[in-house]
């Protein structure tokens, strides 16, 4: 909080006066002044950490250079006197004191407008940063018309809407199926990540050229008869192989995990030997090889893709049910309406939410991520759950919380919550009941 409502001039001059005051407590054997910093947020589990502060030495990944000139640092003696815990910093060891940086408070600053500074006052914004400041909306349509006008150039109009087409529903079913479950009836466009959706357009229109240059040349130096089987899965081989080099290429270069290039590569690869056996009937529909190789490209990639999104999901729903969970069951009054508040939206908003319940619920599971290497934190029970939820003298509690801390309007969509979700909820506890038991008894 200081940082913020400080300038730099201030801090350091606040610094200095508590390093100095340090070093006298030291001389007189007296306990410092400790600077600590850090952040918390109310109603998450204390072991989850925050976004507040962290070390230039600590920072990971290709943009970390780039991350640490756009926040702001500490000043050197304070960062300094953060890692010493307390003990006085000499001058001299200001140099390889390791900045600490602001995560939350970006170095480029921001001035509120009251509409009559003039153009001098007009902070001119230069074409490399306008793109980020289109409608996102505008953007996904350059994305995708760019992709489009690029396809036809090469294969024609007609097959340049397929090509685009198959890109495209390939990656809205891998997100619907990733977010809302095989219950057709529950999906939603919600769910789809258009952004996504409109840059791998974008991409998959510049692969066309570069398929149809590869195809061009391996017409003219193959040396057979350009037929037969032969003929088709070397000419597949070399087209699949290129788009998958292409793929890695442009997912590399968009960021993307080291897994999800390798898995696009791949993909290209599995795709070959489709492509090969059905080319006598693409060829006698007039399809060209490079949308035959694309067509099971991307059948291939949407079971890699759903499947990787679906773990992924199921990861994080995971993750926050077993954050949830241990305070529904032990936490304070707050903590535990909060909570229950959280885990009924999840179960009543998420499919995957039943299936984690009843995976993390099981006697022989073991936590994930950060939980996993914390001896003293207790698995979720299904007893201990059944019972605080099924604690009908609680259900009071637990409205007088949502009418007293929400407004009108949000408390009665929460009361939903309530008097919808919670029966719906302790139904399926109830039907579950002997299935735990079961298995526990089994153990």
């Not at 490399?128 to 350059?142: K, Q, T």
């Not at 077993?322 to 032990?330: A, F, K």
């Amino acid at each position: 909080q200081f940082v913020a409502d400080h300038d730099a001039a201030e801090l350091v001059e606040f610094s200095r006066l508590v390093n100095e005051r340090n070093t006298e407590y030291e001389r007189a054997g007296l306990l410092p002044y400790l600077p600590v910093c850090g952040s918390d947020s109310t109603g998450r589990n204390p072991k989850v950490p925050g976004m507040g502060f962290i070390r230039v030495d600590r920072l990971q990944g290709k943009f970390r250079r780039k991350y640490a000139e756009r926040h702001i640092a500490l000043p050197d003696l304070l960062s300094a006197m953060i890692e010493t815990e307390g003990k006085p910093v000499p001058p001299e060891s200001l140099a390889s004191t390791s900045a600490v940086l602001c995560m939350g408070k970006t170095s480029s600053g921001y001035t509120a407008r009251i509409g009559d500074e003039g153009e001098s006052g007009m902070e001119q914004i230069p074409l490399s940063r306008a793109w980020r400041y289109l409608n996102p909306g505008l953007v996904n349509l350059m994305h995708v018309m760019v992709g489009f006008l690029v396809a036809q150039r090469f294969i024609g109009v007609s097959y340049a809407f397929l090509w685009l087409f198959i890109t495209g529903f390939r990656n809205s079913i891998a997100d619907l199926v990733a977010g809302r479950g095989t219950r057709i009836r529950e999906w939603n466009l919600k769910s789809v990540n258009f952004g996504n959706v409109a840059r791998s357009l974008f991409w998959t229109g510049f692969s066309v050229p570069i398929l149809g240059f590869v195809k061009a040349k391996f017409d003219v130096l193959w040396p057979g008869p350009a037929d037969g089987l032969l003929f088709d899965a070397v000419k597949f081989f070399f087209i699949s192989f290129s788009n998958g080099l292409y793929l890695a290429a442009h997912n590399t270069l968009r960021g993307f995990d080291r897994k999800v290039v390798r898995a696009n590569f791949f993909r290209s690869v599995l795709a070959w030997p489709f492509a090969t056996i059905t080319a006598p009937l693409g060829n006698l529909l007039g399809i060209p090889s490079i949308v035959q190789a694309k067509i099971w490209s991307d059948f291939v990639a949407g079971f890699i893709e759903g499947g990787a999104k679906y773990v992924s999901v199921l990861k994080l729903r995971r993750r926050d049910l077993e954050e949830i969970i241990p305070q529904v069951i032990s936490g304070d009054e707050e903590e535990r309406c909060t909570a229950l508040l959280d885990l009924l939206f999840l179960f009543r908003e998420e499919p995957r939410t039943a299936s984690s319940l009843v995976t993390i619920l099981a006697p022989d599971y073991r936590p994930l991520g950060i939980f996993k290497v914390d001896s003293d934190t207790k698995p979720c029970s299904f007893d201990d759950l059944h019972k605080a939820v099924m604690d009908e003298r609680f259900d009071s509690n637990f409205v007088d919380f949502m009418l007293a801390r929400y407004t009108p309007d949000m408390s009665v969509e929460l009361l939903d919550l309530a008097t919808i979700t919670l029966p719906s909820f302790r139904t399926w506890l109830g039907s579950h009941a002997r299935r735990f038991r079961q298995v526990k008894a089994g153990l």
